[in-house]
C-alpha cells in the first residue's frame, strides 16, 4: 500500500492505492477511509470509467441518488450517471473501483445495460457481491484487501469472451486524444467501416464512439475547472466552440454548471487517489492491420 498526502479538504479521510506491480490492465483502484463520524454529502462527476464501489463500512454506509434512484452499499455506476451525490453520516471505509468500458464488458456481464444507470452490487453479481463484502471487510490490511480485490476481478476477466482489439483500440485512442479524434479516422485505423466500428463499440461497451469522444473531452475540462483555470480558457483548450458549448455539454453529462463542477469535492482527491495512469499500449494488444 502506497500512503499519500491529502488536500486539506479531505484531512478526514484516509487514501491508499495498490502498488503497481499488483495492477490488473483497465483497472485501477484506491481504498477510502473516515476517521470520525462526519456528514458527507458529495457531488460524484462523470468518469469515463464503470465505477465500482464497495462498501466496507460497518454501519449505513452512504446512499447513492441519480434520476431519483436510490441505492445504498456496494453499487455499480455505470458510464453517464448523470447528476449523482453521495450522501450519509458514518465512520467508514470503502474500496472504488475504476474499470475501463472494456474491462468492464468482461467483470459485468451486463455491462452494456450499466450505462445512464447506478445499481446494486448484489443486482449484478448476487451473492458473489455478499462473499466479496465479507473477504474484503475481513482483511487485516489495505495491501490484503487489493490483493483480493485482483482476484475476484482476474478471475472475472479471464470468464469472458474479450472486447474486439478493433474496440479497446478505438477507446484508447479517443482517451489519449482526450475526445478530440474523428470516428471516420478511427475506422481507418482499425480496417472496419464507420459503420461497423459503430455497431461493434455501441454493442460492446454500452455507448457510441461519438458520445464516448464527448465524455472524454469533458472529463478534460472538469478537471481543467478543478484545477482552477478559467471557464473562457478550458473550453479553447477542450475543444469546445465557445464557453456557451462548454455549460452545455457540462450541464448534459454532470447536471450542474461549469462553476459547480469547479469546487465539486470528488476533483479535488483524483490526483490523490489516481495518481498512476498505466500505459494504454502496455496493457492491450493493437489492433489487426488494415487489409
Known sequence: MLSTGMPPDWAW???????????LPGISMAGFRRRASALVDIAMVAHPSVTLIIDLSEGEGLVYDTHGRHE???VVIGLLPGDLRATGRSVG???????????AAAVFSAATELSGTVVSLEDVWGRDAGRAEDRLRA??????????????????????PPVDPEVVHTWRRTLASRGRVRVDGLADEVGWSRKRLWSRFRSQLGITPKR???LVRFDHAAHLLAAGHAAAGVAAESGYVDQPHLHREVKAFAGVTPTAVAVAPWLAIDDVAWPVIDSPAATWPAPPSAA
Do not use: H, K, N
Open 212 to 214: 464516448a469522444a464527448r
Open 139 to 160: 482483511a487485516a490490511s489495505w495491501d490484503e484487501r487489493f490483493t483480493i480485490a485482483v482476484e475476484i476481478l482476474g478471475r472475472r476477466l479471464g470468464a469472458r
Open 72 to 74: 445504498r452499499g456496494s
Open 13 to 23: 479521510m484516509d487514501i491508499a492505492v495498490p502498488r503497481r506491480s499488483g495492477r
Open 93 to 103: 471505509e470503502c474500496l472504488q473501483i475504476r474499470l475501463e468500458p472494456a474491462a
